[in-house]
C-alpha cells in the first residue's frame, strides 16, 4: 500500500500552498498530515483528514476527496517552509503507511 | 508537560544488537499505543512497529522490514518502551522516533513524538 505525494511543492509568502496525498485506502481510512522542520521531529498538524489540533495556525487546513487527501496552507510563511507527511492506513487498520514527503519552499 | 525521550542510539557492527528506550512523562502512559518509527538519512518516515495497550492486551505488529528482527516491550510501572533490535544491517541505519497513538483526542494520530535517537550500523 502507498501514499503518494508531490516531491516539492513552492510559493510565494502570502501565497496559498497546496499538497496533496494520493492512495486507494484513503477513500476508507483517514489521513493525517505532519510538519518536520530539518534536525527536528516531525509533529502532527492535521488528524481525521481535516482536524486541526489545538496550536496549530488556523492558516493549516486539510480536505479529503475519494481517493485524495490535501493539505491546504492559506497565507503561507518562511516559517512553514518544511517537509510534509501524509499518513494513513492500510484496509484492516492495522499498518502505518506514510507518503515520501513533500519539501515545501517558500520563496 | 507531556514529553518521550530515546535513548540508546550507538554506532555498532552488522550482525549486532542494540536497544533503544522511551521513556515518557506528564501523561498515563497505561493508557496508550506506543510507536516506533526511523528515518534513514536524507529518507522520509517509516513505521517500525507498535504495541497496543494492557486493555488490548499489548498486541504488537510490526513493518515487514524489520519482522522476526526487532521486537517491542512496554514497561507500564515505568512508563517506558523499548525497542530491542537484533541481526542489525546497515540498511537499518537511521533516526528512530518513539511517539504516543491518541485514539482518545486526536484519532489515532501520532500527537506527541520523541526528539529522536541515532542508530549507525557499520563495519
Known amino acids: 500500500y502507498e501514499l503518494t505525494q508531490p516531491p516539492s511543492v513552492t510559493v510565494s509568502p502570502g501565497q496559498t500552498a497546496r499538497i496533496t496525498c494520493s492512495g486507494d485506502e484513503l477513500s476508507q481510512q483517514y489521513g493525517y498530515w505532519y510538519q518536520q522542520k530539518p534536525g527536528q521531529a516531525p509533529m502532527l498538524v492535521i488528524y481525521k483528514d481535516s482536524e486541526r489540533p489545538s496550536g496549530i495556525p488556523e492558516r493549516f487546513s486539510g480536505s479529503s476527496s475519494g481517493t485524495i487527501v490535501t493539505l491546504t496552507i492559506s497565507g503561507v510563511q518562511a516559517e512553514d517552509e518544511a517537509d510534509y507527511y501524509c499518513?494513513?492506513?492500510?484496509?484492516?487498520?492495522?499498518?502505518?503507511?506514510f507518503g515520501g514527503g513533500t519539501k515545501l519552499t517558500v520563496l | 508537560e507531556m514529553q518521550l525521550v530515546e535513548s540508546g542510539g550507538n554506532l555498532v557492527k552488522p550482525g549486532r544488537s542494540l536497544r533503544l528506550s522511551c521513556t515518557t512523562s506528564?501523561?498515563?502512559?497505561?493508557?496508550?499505543?506506543v510507536t516506533w518509527f526511523r528515518q534513514a538519512p536524507g529518507k522520509g518516515l517509516e513505521w517500525v512497529g507498535f504495541i497496543r495497550t494492557k486493555l488490548y492486551g499489548e498486541t504488537i505488529d510490526y513493518a515487514a522490514s524489520v519482522r522476526g528482527r526487532f521486537s517491542i516491550s512496554r514497561d507500564d510501572s515505568k512508563s517506558i518502551a523499548y525497542l530491542q533490535m537484533n541481526s542489525l544491517k546497515t540498511e537499518d541505519t537511521a533516526v528512530y522516533y518513539c511517539?504516543?497513538?491518541?485514539?482518545?483526542?486526536?484519532?489515532?494520530?501520532?500527537?506527541?513524538w520523541g526528539q529522536g535517537t541515532m542508530v549507525t550500523v557499520s563495519s
Open positions: 511517539a504516543r497513538r491518541d485514539a482518545y483526542n486526536h484519532g489515532d494520530a501520532f500527537d506527541i
Open positions: 499518513q494513513s492506513a492500510d484496509s484492516s487498520a492495522t499498518y502505518v503507511v
Open positions: 506528564g501523561f498515563t502512559f497505561g493508557d496508550y499505543t
